[in-house]
């Protein structure tokens, strides 16, 4: 059974940082693109930031120049790091992999979230 678990979410004041962190386990042949994505009341969920197996990032306009998204491929683990946070990044944060696994082979697999409220 694949579990994504992420942590690192709370509440911080604007312009300040956090850094969220996610850890895939279970039966896990290889993870390709690891992602963070958000979504806000009312609103659908978007793309935050991405990173594929070789390195390559693409990140959500928003968040460019103040979001580093990076992985430790040793531990099956993808980070966040936000800063200059501001009010409108206030979301739940979900992590999600695209890998293959023992029983399902390629399959796409999401975290429950972790929540992110920037005060103003």
């Known amino acids: 059974q694949v579990q994504l678990v992420e942590s690192g979410g709370g509440l911080v004041q604007a312009g300040g940082s956090l850094r969220l962190s996610c850890v895939v386990s279970g039966s896990i042949f290889r993870i390709e693109t690891m992602g963070w994505y958000r979504q806000a009341p009312g609103k659908q969920r978007e793309l935050v930031a991405y990173?594929?197996?070789?390195?390559?990032?693409n990140y959500v306009d928003s968040a460019k120049g103040r979001f580093t998204i990076s992985r430790d491929n040793a531990k099956n683990t993808v980070y966040l790091q936000m800063n200059s946070l501001k009010p409108e990044d206030t979301a739940v944060y979900y992590c999600?992999?695209?890998?293959?696994?023992?029983?399902?082979?390629?399959?796409?697999?999401w975290g429950r979230g972790t929540q992110v409220t920037v005060s103003s």
């Open positions: 990173i594929t197996s070789g390195g390559t990032t």
């Open positions: 999600k992999a695209d890998l293959i696994s023992a029983t399902t082979g390629w399959a796409a697999y």
